[in-house]
């Protein structure tokens, strides 16, 4: 089994910082591209960013929304991903998912997985 465990969001006023952190665990054999994904109330979940498992420069990928404001990053060792976010914004606010492509110890191909999802509530 996989898991995947978010952390860090909370009540930020506008123009705060916040970091998520989402820890992978268990019976892993690879994760390729981890992401963060957004939803709002009563809207579509919709992508925040995400990095590809080199972790290079130009491996990661943004919304129009939050380009230059938002990064992305990994730890490969830890198995974790970040975002970390600043300037925020009330129309930021969303519960926040994290999401991964794995590759388990007994599997031959990845699947998606997502966490539980961590609230962001930005204040104006």
């Known amino acids: 089994q996989v898991q995947l465990v978010e952390s860090g969001g909370g009540l930020v006023q506008s123009g705060g910082s916040l970091r998520l952190s989402c820890a992978a665990s268990?019976?892993?054999?690879?994760?390729?591209?981890m992401g963060w994904y957004r939803q709002a109330p009563g809207k579509q979940r919709e992508l925040v960013a995400t990095?590809?498992?080199?972790?290079?420069?130009?491996?990661?990928n943004y919304a129009d929304s939050v380009k230059g404001r938002f990064t992305i990053s990994r730890d490969n060792a830890r198995n974790t991903v970040y975002l970390q976010m600043s300037s925020l914004k009330p129309e930021d606010t969303a519960v926040y998912y994290c999401?991964?492509?794995?590759?388990?110890?007994?599997?031959?191909?990845?699947?998606?997985?997502w966490g539980q999802g961590t609230q962001v509530t930005v204040s104006s």
């Open positions: 268990g019976m892993i054999f690879m994760i390729n591209a």
């Open positions: 999401n991964a492509d794995i590759r388990t110890v007994e599997g031959t191909f990845s699947n998606q997985y």
């Open positions: 990095i590809r498992s080199g972790g290079s420069a130009g491996s990661t």
